[in-house]
């Protein structure tokens, strides 16, 4: 699984990226997580709102998370 943060380095863009961290690391999901803070790619994703979450190039949520919706997303996508 590949998941995405998008972002431009603000501080919820890099909580949610902390967040999706503990969250597959506790869930013992095996993903890749990048931090994408280069705008062309952000806009290549059509989203309005930072920061936001694409996994397997699908964004599935925009803005701030709590570590319990990033888990229930993630475990959907299993």
Request: with cysteine; proline share 1%.
């Amino acid at each position: 699984m590949e998941i995405k943060v998008l972002g431009t380095g603000c501080s919820s863009c890099k909580a949610l990226y902390a967040t999706v961290l503990q969250a597959v690391n506790e869930l013992g999901v095996e993903a890749d997580v990048v931090k994408e803070e280069d705008m062309m790619k952000i806009m290549a994703y059509n989203v309005m709102q930072l920061p936001a979450l694409v996994i397997n190039e699908k964004v599935v949520a925009k803005g701030k998370m709590s570590l319990q919706e990033v888990k229930e997303i993630l475990n959907r996508k299993d």
